[in-house]
């Protein structure tokens, strides 16, 4: 496995290896011994998430104020641009965003911690997207961050209006969103 680091050294962006011939393909979606080695994270994975969306879906941007979740995401079908910003206020990138295309075709994954607000918008006309999460969810906790916050700032690669459920319409603003003002656990 490949790591290559983003402007947040936290965030990583994971590239498999794959192995491919005329019959297709095989990888390694995760194995802990590698994910560990590769990354020096030490996590567990309790849940494994599974959503398709249709083109200029965009989901997020979600996190849990409590029960954070650490979330390694992965697109099986069509393309979405990955988005994770940080609500660490202890952090020295607190407000920051990175992000990152994922894609059946690149095999790509994103280390999302815990501690950051995750979303995707989809760029192909439909996508499936696969994560795992360090822990369950827990909706009472959960928490939408407006998509489009201007001190925020995030360069969507698309135009137009995308399609948001209720709870993303009626996103926080990072000035009066919930962030995390102690230490999170990776």
């Known amino acids: 496995m490949q790591v290559i680091p983003t402007m947040i050294p936290e965030v990583l962006i994971l590239e498999p ?3 491919g011939d005329d019959r297709g393909f095989f990888l390694e979606s995760y194995n802990e011994r590698v994910f560990h080695e590769a990354t020096g994270i030490q996590t567990r994975f309790v849940q494994d998430n599974h959503s398709r969306s249709g083109k200029h879906v965009l989901r997020g941007l979600h996190y849990q104020i409590q029960q954070p979740q650490g979330k390694l995401v992965r697109a099986v079908v069509g393309e979405i641009y990955d988005v994770a910003v940080d609500l660490r206020k202890l952090s020295a990138t607190f407000g920051q965003w990175v992000g990152c295309h994922l894609s059946a075709n690149n095999y ?9 607000a995750h979303g995707f918008v989809v760029l192909s006309e439909v996508a499936e997207v696969l994560y795992k999460a360090t822990d369950y969810y827990a909706p009472q906790h959960e928490r939408s961050l407006l998509w489009n916050d201007p001190e925020i ?12 459920s209720a709870k993303d319409q009626a996103g926080q603003s990072f000035q009066s969103a919930d962030v995390y003002a ?5």
């Open 17 to 19: 290896k794959v192995f």
């Open 153 to 164: 700032g995030i360069e969507w690669p698309f135009s137009g209006d995308p399609i948001l």
């Open 182 to 186: 102690e230490e999170v656990d990776t």
């Open 108 to 116: 790509r994954q994103l280390w999302v911690p815990p501690g950051f």
